[in-house]
């Protein structure tokens, strides 16, 4: 029986390298991208490309190449994202523009490129998972760039969910809390950060990714077959407050 095809962008390290690991064992045939500046000497799954998702035009040729090695694509999980801690007065057009077009921007061209493939094969039994973050759920101080763009994955996955459903693509989202990741590294190197986070949770911790890569396969499974245009919170309970 011919393996489904996951294609994890932004899959070399933290949540989406968990994620691709856990579809992978899943039985999946897994292809992940890594930023072209990446010295990849150990990856998951069976096919690495580089890619950096705000070359907008680099997107569909990488879904191509995917198809080409590995087959049709049948899930995609959307996992590239970039944080910068600045308060809102200090922001620049630069690095807000950098934020948006990582997290929002290629997101977005990510999905239509891989919908497009899905669409044209027939309705089917797809899946496409946007990491978004409970950062778009809540607010937090210096993170302005970055809750607008996590707040715009979710409204943005309703959205998609809406208009491919009729195609057999269901469109969900995850929003995980603080977890130990490559990208959260300097931040717990703070002083007192990592306490302060805990605090903030009514589990008292921070997540792993292995937490939230666990969620992400359920939704690409039959299990979750009625879900569509949610976005899951991971976060340990910090958005029940």
């Keep these: 029986m011919k393996k489904q095809v996951a294609l994890v962008i932004g899959g070399s390290t933290g949540i989406g390298a968990a994620t691709a690991?856990?579809?992978?064992?899943?039985?999946?045939a897994v292809a992940i991208t890594h930023l072209p500046t990446e010295k990849i000497e150990s990856a998951p799954g069976d096919l690495q490309l580089p890619l950096d998702v705000r070359q907008v035009s680099d997107i569909d040729?990488?879904?191509?190449?995917?198809?080409?090695?590995?087959?049709?694509?049948?899930?995609?999980?959307?996992?590239?994202g970039i944080n910068v801690q600045q308060f809102a007065v200090d922001v620049d057009e630069a690095t807000w523009d950098n934020i948006q077009n990582i997290n929002?921007?290629?997101?977005?061209?990510?999905?239509q490129a891989v919908a497009k493939k899905m669409i044209a094969r027939g309705k089917g039994n797809y899946a496409i998972v946007n990491i978004s973050s409970q950062m778009g759920l809540v607010?937090?101080?210096?993170?302005?760039?970055?809750?607008?763009?996590?707040?715009?994955?979710?409204?943005?996955?309703?959205?998609?969910?809406?208009?491919?459903?009729?195609?057999?693509?269901?469109?969900?989202?995850?929003a995980p809390t603080f977890i130990?990741?490559?990208?959260?590294?300097?931040?717990f190197e703070e002083a007192g950060f990592r306490k302060e986070i805990e605090s903030r949770s009514p589990m008292g911790r921070v997540g792993k990714p292995s937490e939230v890569a666990?969620?992400?396969k359920f939704l690409c499974s039959d299990g979750a077959s009625l879900m569509t245009?949610?976005?899951?919170?991971?976060?340990?309970?910090?958005?029940?407050?």
């Design 229 to 241: 245009g949610a976005t899951l919170p991971i976060d340990g309970g910090w958005t029940a407050w």
């Design 104 to 111: 929002t921007k290629g997101l977005f061209f990510a999905c």
């Design 61 to 80: 040729k990488i879904v191509s190449q995917v198809e080409q090695s590995l087959g049709p694509i049948d899930v995609l999980v959307n996992s590239a």
């Design 139 to 174: 607010g937090y101080e210096r993170r302005a760039a970055y809750c607008a763009s996590k707040a715009a994955i979710v409204n943005l996955t309703r959205v998609l969910a809406i208009e491919w459903a009729q195609h057999g693509i269901r469109v969900n989202a995850v």
């Design 180 to 187: 130990e990741t490559p990208l959260t590294a300097p931040m």
């Design 21 to 28: 690991q856990v579809l992978a064992s899943s039985g999946y």
């Design 214 to 216: 666990e969620v992400i």
